[in-house]
């Protein structure tokens, strides 16, 4: 039995250790004692350990010990069994909670790039072929298309207004954001449309035709329309064409799915399948899903279909793999999951876009048993 003075003596140094006061000298007094005897009497917080290593030694150490002791566990075999059980079930837990620990750090390891989430940007091209960049363009008139003057706010936003000349303008203009970029326009109709990454929203630069509206999108963009009960407002995209007169919904229509998304936040839209002419009515708070087979619809949580909008990633809003690649969208990164079965997984929860991607990434670590891996704008799965 260790003399009581003693353990009080280590005890004093271990918490010492915890406060990160020790001296050097302390320590290595402290480590020798410790490791002289598994059976120490003391009490110390289950954190202690310098590494994992070294607390994989020291229990595996004593599972040794306690297997191998003679003659006192001779006459309870059983119970020796038990408690061998029970001190692997311990090395189990601390071996697994401190790799842990270390694994989650690869998301933060491999590479000395810091990746910042995306920002507001865009690419305006004109009639005439003229591309303006708007990432970091000062507030004022940017350009003027026979009587519409196109002009950036001081807010940061892109405005067309109609003039007094004749005729207004009737040539296409594009805008465009890249990987990591969202923007917000104010059409001459006064619509408003926000730009999700990589998306683009090509239309009239007077969007003054006398019937209709038109505007062709690719990517993802929420609308606000403006009423005008005798020019409908009609978006389209490779698989689906959206007619409304005044309302505010979503398309999610990039060209690498197999499927375009309509949420209707307020009003009605009616929903076109361009492949087979079906159409269909929406209700607010209901999603149109246009895929290889019949226009599905179905009511959704408008708040998480519109997460990006309002800056966050809304994790159980859609299946994992299309979480990806909205973080591919907003980070300007790639994804790399061969041989990681990624189908079955299921996550819940909110993140904030402004977050640099490490902590995206570890938050979902967190709720899965995958493990990222930063190699420039790689970033490898680990499962």
Do not use: C
Not at 289 to 310: F, K, P, S, Y
């Amino acid at each position: 039995m260790e003399p009581n003075d003693n353990i009080q003596k280590y005890q004093y140094l271990a918490s010492k250790w915890m406060n990160k006061t020790i001296t050097e000298e302390e320590l290595q007094l402290f480590n020798s004692w410790y490791d002289s005897d598994i059976e120490k009497e003391v009490e110390l917080s289950e954190e202690f350990a310098e590494s994992e290593e070294r607390l994989q030694a020291r229990m595996l150490r004593g599972i040794n010990q306690k297997i191998n002791k003679p003659k006192e566990f001779v006459l309870w075999p059983r119970l020796a069994v038990a408690m061998s059980f029970l001190i692997l079930l311990s090395v189990t837990f601390y071996i697994y909670r401190y790799r842990k620990v270390d694994e989650g750090l690869l998301v933060t390891m491999g590479t000395d790039n810091r990746i910042l989430p995306g920002q507001t940007g865009a690419t305006l091209t004109l009639a005439d072929g003229k591309k303006i960049s708007l990432s970091g363009r000062a507030a004022g008139e940017l350009a003027n298309e026979n009587g519409v003057r196109i002009s950036k706010t001081d807010d940061g936003q892109l405005q067309y207004e109609l003039g007094n000349d004749l005729p207004h303008g009737k040539g296409i203009n594009n805008l465009s954001t890249s990987m990591g970029e969202t923007y917000m326009v104010i059409l001459p109709d006064k619509s408003k449309v926000w730009l999700n990454a990589a998306s683009s929203i090509e239309f009239e630069a007077g969007l003054n035709n006398p019937k209709s509206r038109l505007i062709k999108l690719t990517g993802e963009a929420y609308f606000e329309v403006a009423k005008d009960k005798s020019r409908p407002f009609i978006v389209s995209s490779d698989k689906q064409q959206v007619v409304v007169l005044g309302t505010h919904f979503n398309i999610n229509a990039y060209p690498d799915q197999q499927y375009a998304e309509t949420t209707l936040v307020e009003g009605s839209v009616e929903v076109t399948d361009l492949r087979t002419k079906e159409f269909k009515i929406l209700k607010p708070l209901q999603q149109a899903h246009v895929g290889v087979h019949r226009i599905n619809i179905q009511t959704v949580d408008v708040d998480e279909m519109l997460a990006w909008r309002n800056g966050e990633f809304a994790l159980g809003a859609e299946n994992f793999e299309s979480t990806l690649q909205h973080i591919e969208r907003w980070y300007n990164v790639k994804f790399d999951h061969r041989g990681v079965p990624i189908k079955d997984i299921a996550l819940d929860g909110w993140i904030s876009r402004s977050s640099e991607l490490s902590e995206v990434l570890r938050k979902i670590e967190m709720g899965t048993n995958l493990r990222f891996e930063i190699k420039g704008r790689r970033i490898v799965i680990i499962r």
